[in-house]
């Protein structure tokens, strides 16, 4: 078999093998949310406390007997700034008018389960977000990730070893996140998911790097 034709039959396997591998890396993983069930809540600020939505049956999760709670409070003015939280379509919307700085959290309660089976962290995958939101992870009503700020238009993924009780996971019956932000703030999300990491494959990276040795050697031998 001749170099060309060996890189020619190669590549494709290598590739191959990287999908599998790939597909391998992320079986088991859990959707608490996709955000198709639509929901809407909104609150004009015209009273002190939040105003909150509840779909007790939710549907598009991965999640048993799951619930999803919607909080939203506008701040400032009565009646002159608006917070508002609206699911549906696959995406979850939060937008603040006039000049308010106001807060939203999404609520999920479910029946109990072992979230390590199915990932070692949280992924909420972004779709535009006005930088200095900030946004909190909280586990079982306890277990905090602490308060991030968004300083890119990027996903946001915590590691269950982030919060303040990681053990909280093997037996999850609640989970929240807490959004706060400047004035006007928005945020777009797509999907709420476990996840877990997962590096190149030692023995997939050799291979990669027996294959472009290879594709260098057979490229010197043509040019001399």
């Known amino acids: 078999m001749n170099a060309k034709h060996f890189h020619k039959n ?25 955000f198709s069930h639509a929901q809407t809540v909104f609150d004009d600020g015209s009273s002190a406390s939040s105003t909150s939505d509840t779909v007790s049956t939710l549907t598009g999760t991965d999640l048993s007997n799951a619930s999803r709670t919607f909080l939203a409070q506008a701040s400032g003015t009565a009646s002159a700034n608006i ?26 309660n479910f029946d ?17 977000i006005d930088l200095g939101v900030n946004v909190e992870m909280v586990a079982n009503g306890s277990s905090s990730s602490g308060i991030k700020t968004f300083t890119s238009n990027n996903n946001y993924l915590v590691s269950f070893s982030d919060f303040t009780n990681p053990a909280v996971f093997a037996n999850l019956h609640s989970f929240r996140l807490n959004f706060t932000g400047p004035a006007k703030w928005d945020g777009q999300f797509r999907l709420l998911t476990t996840t877990t990491p997962v590096p190149v494959p030692a023995a997939f990276g050799l291979m990669g790097s027996a294959l472009l040795g290879f594709i260098a050697v057979s490229r010197k031998k043509r040019i001399s």
Request: charged share 10%; hydrophobic share 45%; net charge negative.
């Open 10 to 34: 190669f590549a494709p396997l290598l590739l191959s093998l990287g999908l599998v591998l790939s597909g391998q890396s992320q079986a088991g993983i859990l959707t608490i949310d996709n």
């Open 83 to 108: 917070t508002e939280i609206v699911s549906g379509g696959n995406q979850l919307i939060i937008s603040n008018e006039g000049r308010s700085t106001g807060d939203a959290s999404i609520l999920w």
């Open 112 to 128: 109990p389960l072992d979230l390590t089976a199915h990932g070692n962290g949280i992924l909420l995958e972004v779709l535009a």
